[in-house]
């Protein structure tokens, strides 16, 4: 049974960065993909990005300029930095474990308030 | 960008009768590859993350009841529940999966 945690700060300042790392437990990171996606009552449920432990990796273009998703397999955990935030950045922040089938394996999600 | 439009975005429905939500894509989700649909339904309730309920457009995933079923293809896609039960209120997305991984803006189900 596989089990993501996510862990981070909650509050992150305008114009610095949010960092958020997940942990896996029950699963390695090869073969899968690691998915990042966050959620607002305004914009619901938007893609960040993911990788898989190859480095091949997609990101959100809307969000791509600001964003890099890495993996350590040494860990078990994947880590998502997103760079110049605003208040636009506040939402529900979740890891996400993907497959052939689809984002199957879901965290429980961390809240990232950005504010001054 | 391929872009999920739902619709309605609020559905009332009586227990015991069917709900049928449906959702459009701006591009195919058939990959003639493998002769899949990249579009998954996933059901979000209150204070949980999403939970993947329908892979491959049509495919229940694990221990997902029977009275769930997907179909459709291409661009349009539709989420049925055969016979309302309380424990189905929840907000229900679809998702594209063909390479990038867009979702719809949701569906809230409510008891009518």
């Known amino acids: 049974q596989v089990q993501l945690q996510e862990s981070g700060p909650g509050l992150v300042k305008p114009s610095e960065t949010l960092s958020l790392t997940c942990t896996v437990s029950?699963?390695?990171?090869?073969?899968?993909?690691w998915t990042w996606i966050r959620q607002t009552p305004q914009k619901g449920l938007e893609w960040i990005g993911y990788?898989?432990?190859?480095?091949?990796?997609g990101y959100n273009p809307s969000l791509k300029s600001r964003v890099t998703i890495s993996i350590d397999t040494s860990k078990n955990q994947f880590s998502l930095e997103l760079r110049s935030v605003t208040a636009a950045d506040t939402a529900l922040y979740y890891c996400?474990?993907?497959?052939?089938?689809?984002?199957?394996?879901w965290g429980q999600g961390t809240l990232v308030t950005v504010s001054s | 960008d391929i872009v999920m439009t739902q619709s309605p975005d609020s559905l009332p429905v009586s227990l015991g009768e069917r709900a049928t939500i449906n959702c459009r894509s701006s591009?195919?989700?058939?990959?003639?590859?493998?002769?899949?649909?990249?579009l998954a339904w996933f059901q979000q309730k209150p204070g949980q993350p999403p939970k993947l309920l329908i892979y491959?457009?049509?495919t229940r995933a694990s221990g997902v009841p029977d009275r769930f079923s997907g179909s459709g293809s291409g661009t349009d896609f539709t989420l049925t529940i055969s016979s309302l039960q309380a424990e189905d209120v929840a907000v229900y997305y679809c998702?594209?999966?063909?390479?990038?991984?867009?979702f719809g803006q949701g569906t809230k189900l409510e008891i009518k």
């Open positions: 996400v474990r993907g497959d052939d089938v689809g984002l199957s394996d």
């Open positions: 029950g699963s390695s990171l090869n073969i899968y993909y």
């Open positions: 990788m898989y432990d190859t480095g091949t990796a």
């Open positions: 591009q195919s989700l058939f990959h003639s590859s493998n002769n899949k649909n990249y």
């Open positions: 491959w457009a049509s």
């Open positions: 998702q594209q999966y063909s390479y990038t991984l867009y």
